[in-house]
């Protein structure tokens, strides 16, 4: 069973910062792709960035320059350090993980996500 486990998240002050973690189990195959997205209240969830396992990153404009994302693959851990923080960022961070799955004799990806933590953000 896959499952990813998101910590870190709660209460900051704007102008600061927040590292989100989240630790990925359960794949026999590992993981490729990981990152986060993020859902505020009232409002469809949208990428916040990825990285893959040879640490290529990618972000969305609106966090560029403010987060950064890493990950530990030994431990099967992705990051999201989140500095500058500000109102409109608080929202529900959502792990995202391709997971490698066996499918007829050859590796498949399968995307997982996790439960979330919040990350609010007080002006």
């Known amino acids: 069973q896959v499952q990813l486990v998101e910590s870190g998240g709660g209460l900051v002050q704007a102008g600061g910062s927040l590292r989100i973690s989240c630790a990925a189990s359960?794949?026999?195959?590992?993981?490729?792709?990981m990152g986060w997205y993020r859902q505020a209240s009232g409002k469809q969830r949208e990428f916040v960035a990825s990285?893959?396992?040879?640490?290529?990153?990618d972000y969305a404009d609106s966090v560029k320059g403010r987060f950064t994302i890493s990950r530990d693959n030994a431990k099967n851990t992705v990051y999201l350090q989140m500095n500058s923080l500000k109102p409109e960022d608080a929202a529900v961070y959502f792990c995202?993980?391709?997971?490698?799955?066996?499918?007829?004799?050859?590796?498949?990806?399968?995307?997982?996500w996790g439960q979330g933590t919040q990350v609010t953000v007080s002006s």
């Open positions: 995202h993980a391709q997971v490698r799955v066996a499918v007829d004799g050859r590796i498949a990806e399968r995307p997982s």
């Open positions: 359960g794949s026999s195959f590992g993981f490729n792709a």
């Open positions: 990285i893959t396992t040879i640490g290529v990153a």
